[in-house]
């Protein structure tokens, strides 16, 4: 079993900045992508951004330049710095986890989510 606890999400007024930490805990593999989802009112769940235990990275069009993804020297941590927050970067915020699965292909693990709000 695998568990993803997130913090760091809260209030921010627009162009502020809140930085998001996720550490996983149990069954994990050393290969594996770490990232994160977000999901607004009303709204399908997106990515945000993900990094590859081989250091791969990868920004949704919409957060390029604004958010930056990084991870743990323990590699089962992922922690995603937003600056310039926007009112439409307001969503509650997911970890997830991609790593090999059981039976070959892959597992999804996600986090319980934590809220964003970005509004003056």
């Known amino acids: 079993q695998v568990q993803l606890v997130e913090s760091g999400g809260g209030l921010v007024q627009p162009g502020g900045s809140l930085r998001l930490s996720c550490a996983a805990s149990g069954s994990i593999f050393s290969i594996n992508t770490m990232g994160w989802y977000r999901q607004a009112p009303g709204k399908e769940r997106e990515l945000v951004a993900y990094?590859?235990?081989?250091?791969?990275?990868k920004y949704a069009d919409s957060v390029k330049g604004r958010f930056t993804i990084s991870r743990g020297n323990a590699k089962n941590t992922v922690y995603l710095q937003m600056n310039s927050l926007k009112p439409e970067d307001t969503a509650v915020y997911y970890c997830?986890?991609?790593?090999?699965?059981?039976?070959?292909?892959?597992?999804?693990?996600w986090g319980k989510g934590i809220l964003v709000t970005v509004s003056s």
């Open positions: 990094f590859t235990s081989g250091g791969t990275t």
């Open positions: 997830n986890l991609l790593q090999p699965g059981p039976m070959g292909g892959g597992m999804d693990y």
